[in-house]
């Protein structure tokens, strides 16, 4: 019970890595709490274990990222770790086709929403000082890949925010690090994927030992970090 006593908050906590993510911090001994982008998806995509707290928040909207943050210090009184599952992705196409409406999409999604929820997070830490924040970037953002120029300078851009972020407030208590992934086994990837060699996909529950790592006594001293998981790929 490496966490017992603290708090956490998994947003996108019903996704695939999100879920394994929040069991494991739940596991662990933390209070969890789960963020859902609407009522409808409470009960929709992975399992999450019994106590886990479900809250609701659109990570697009700032009022609504505000309030959730606020419940959350309301009943819990501090917040130790966030881990910002929230993003996505769009299929690559030359610069030159890309519309204006898929951009700004993909930029908010991936860096709009990693903003809001670690400056409110940072909010919170700062008082109590301490505290552990976890972002998501990927490894074609690391690679520079031109293939995908919006998805990837939108991962790009958390690295750099995070690394940053974490600068400003080292002296805090506060870490920041950004994990970034190859290919993770998930259900919804596998369906694109029929007959691919999956056997260097990074797994879930691999990406959660990193972050347990990132949250334990072991790991206080690493921040402004991007972590590789590529699995050889």
């Known amino acids: 019970m490496m966490l017992s006593g603290m708090t956490a908050l998994v947003t996108g906590g019903r996704g695939a890595v999100g879920s394994t993510v929040a069991n494991m911090l739940s596991k662990e001994g933390a209070r969890v709490f789960a963020s859902v982008r609407s009522r ?3 009960s929709k995509g992975d399992p999450l274990e019994n106590g886990i707290e479900i809250l609701e928040a659109d990570f697009l909207i700032e009022a609504q990222v505000v309030g959730l943050y606020e419940k959350i210090l309301r009943t819990a ?3 130790d770790i966030v881990v910002n599952t929230v993003g996505g992705f769009i299929p690559a196409k030359p610069l030159v086709d890309v519309t204006f409406e898929e951009w700004k999409g993909i930029i908010d999604l991936n860096l709009t929403t990693t903003f809001l929820s670690t400056r409110e997070a940072i909010r919170r830490m700062i008082p109590q000082g301490s505290g552990h924040i976890i972002n998501f970037s990927a490894l074609a953002a690391m690679r520079l890949s031109t293939k995908n120029i919006p998805y ?3 991962k790009y851009a ?13 002296a805090y208590g506060i870490t920041l690090n950004t994990i970034a992934p190859s290919i993770v086994l998930t259900r919804a990837n596998l369906e694109w994927a029929k007959g691919e060699d999956t056997s260097k996909w990074v797994k879930p529950e691999e990406i959660a030992e990193m972050i347990r790592f990132l949250c334990s006594p072991a790991g206080r001293f690493v921040t402004g970090s991007t972590l590789r998981m590529g699995g050889g790929l």
Do not use: C, G, H, P
């Open 40 to 42: 409808e998806q409470r």
């Open 77 to 79: 009184s501090r917040l």
């Open 152 to 154: 990837v300078i939108s």
């Open 158 to 170: 958390v690295d750099l925010f995070t690394e940053r972020a974490a600068k400003e407030v080292e």
